[in-house]
């Protein structure tokens, strides 16, 4: 059964930097078959997407954080990582990680495309 763990998560000021990491285990193919990305939800709000990876190093951002986040991953460590740098009190939330098994790069921010998902890790960016 695949598992994600998220960490890296906790409270900052504006401008700060964070460093997300989610841990895999328990895959049937090997990680690097799998399509990763972060989403995070807000009190009151809908997950959305945050940052993506494909299988072929392909990223993807939501215009919001464009340029102060990036995703990455460590197919050797079976980790996916998110550097979020400027942070900004909109980005506060609950961060998750998300895999699905192959997937087309343009869908790599489509949150119903993906069927494996962590428990979360929260951010909070204090103005």
């Known amino acids: 059964q695949v598992r994600l763990v998220e960490s890296g998560g906790g409270s900052v000021q504006a401008g700060g930097s964070l460093r997300l990491s989610c841990a895999a285990s328990?895959?049937?193919?090997?990680?690097?078959?799998?399509?990763m990305a972060w989403f995070r939800q807000a009190p009151g709000k809908e997950r959305e997407g945050v940052a993506a990876?494909?299988?072929?190093?392909?990223?993807m951002y939501a215009g919001p954080v464009q340029g102060r986040f990036t995703v990455s991953r460590d197919n050797a460590k079976n980790t996916l990582y998110l550097q979020m740098n400027i942070l900004k009190p909109e980005d506060t939330g609950m961060y998750y990680c998300?895999?699905?098994?192959?997937?087309?790069?343009?869908?790599?921010?489509?949150?119903?495309?993906?069927?494996?998902w962590g428990q979360g890790t929260q951010v909070t960016v204090s103005s």
């Open positions: 990876i494909g299988t072929g190093g392909f990223t």
């Open positions: 998300a895999a699905q098994f192959a997937c087309y790069d343009d869908r790599l921010l489509a949150r119903l495309d993906y069927n494996t």
């Open positions: 328990g895959y049937t193919y090997a990680y690097s078959n799998y399509c």
